[in-house]
């Protein structure tokens, strides 16, 4: 990146909600949009002003008016793609996760290092205010040490076979799809996981899971239950407990509330607006860490991407898969 113009400039791999997202947050920097889609690469590239519309992946990586690639793409594709961008020497922030597998994971890593390009998995939880604010107060002893995690990432999606989040060979499952969401802010209180157990019902005629529950505990034998669910209500939040009190954060994705509860006070509502979400906050790390001359953020550095992966990795090879649940049938819902 030339010295000249220390803002990056940006191209997105996709044209899902998480690209226009992208798109809000960085405004001009954004300069290029790829698509196996002519059509629809034009109309992202429309609707946001964009002077350059790709209609497929590689020519994308290959643009020279792109220093940066954001990986917006679904997550069974996020290794070739991510791969193609560090060929061609850019820069890359990747939606989580960052790969399917550890093994997956480890080999971008070893990739962006020996390309010497920067590389960072998104992560909300590291970026957002509200998470930052509870972590920090949750470090300076606010309710304690910290004895107990309690993490849910649950969506409600009317069941169809051909729908990505049932379909084995478009990455479905609540695990691969989901599971990252509660995981990133367990990993981030209690460090490494040890995962106990873990139960998996699965989608009628799929092998594919529509929830997972995970029992796990941390270095310090603080424990940690987890669970993600394509077929529930929507809740996601995180409890975290400690000797001395707890706070419920509401929300993960998209969080911007908290309440601090502790002995002998009153319930402590917390606040911090997530304005367009993380990419604001995780673009502006990307053009910190390069502008510093970092391959890797500080805050989401890649041996947590790993540990993450390998994590994700453990629970599917742990887990009891369950029956068919008799609330499902095969038919889908309209």
């Known amino acids: 990146m030339a010295k000249e113009n220390p803002a990056p400039r940006w191209g997105v791999m996709g044209t899902g909600g ?3 997202a992208l798109a809000r947050a960085l405004g001009p920097h954004l300069t290029a949009v790829g698509s196996r889609s002519h059509g629809r690469a034009r109309a992202f590239a429309h609707t946001w002003n964009l ?3 790709h209609d497929n992946y590689a020519d994308l990586a290959a643009d020279p008016g792109v220093d940066v690639v954001h990986v917006a793409t679904p997550h069974p594709w996020h290794h070739p793609h991510t791969l193609l961008a560090l060929h061609a020497g850019k820069h890359v922030l990747v939606e989580a996760p960052l ?7 480890t080999h ?8 010497g390009c920067f590389l960072m998995e998104g992560s909300p939880p590291r970026h957002l205010p509200i998470h930052r604010l509870v972590h920090r107060i949750v470090a300076q002893g606010a309710i304690g040490q910290v004895s107990s995690v309690h993490a849910q990432y649950h969506l409600q999606i009317p069941y169809d076979p051909a729908h990505r989040h049932f379909d084995l060979e478009q990455g479905g499952g609540a695990l691969l799809d989901a599971g990252i969401h509660p995981l ?3 990993h981030w209180y209690l460090g490494e996981l040890t995962v106990v157990g873990a139960t998996r019902p699965l989608a009628p005629g799929q092998m594919v899971d529509t929830a997972t529950t995970v029992l796990a505990h941390g270095a310090g034998g603080a424990t940690a239950t987890l669970s993600c669910a394509s077929q529930t209500p929507s809740t996601q939040q995180a409890l975290i407990t400690g000797t001395t009190g707890q706070i419920q954060i509401q929300g993960l994705y998209r969080a911007e509330h908290a309440v601090l509860h502790r002995q002998g006070h009153a319930p ?7 304005q367009n979400g993380a990419h604001p906050h995780q673009s502006q790390e990307v053009t910190r860490c390069l502008q510093q001359g970092r391959t890797q953020s500080p805050v989401m550095p890649w041996a947590h991407s790993r540990a993450l992966a390998q994590t994700l990795d ?3 090879d742990t887990a009891t898969l369950l029956p068919d649940p008799a609330h499902l049938t095969s038919t889908p819902r309209t």
Do not use: D
């Open 268 to 274: 402590q509502p917390l606040y911090r607006p997530a």
């Open 108 to 115: 971008l890593l070893h990739t962006a290092h020996a390309a």
């Open 18 to 20: 998480r690209a226009h």
């Open 99 to 105: 790969a399917m597998n550890a093994s997956q994971t």
């Open 314 to 316: 453990r629970v599917r």
């Open 184 to 186: 990133r802010p367990t």
């Open 51 to 53: 002077p350059t519309a």
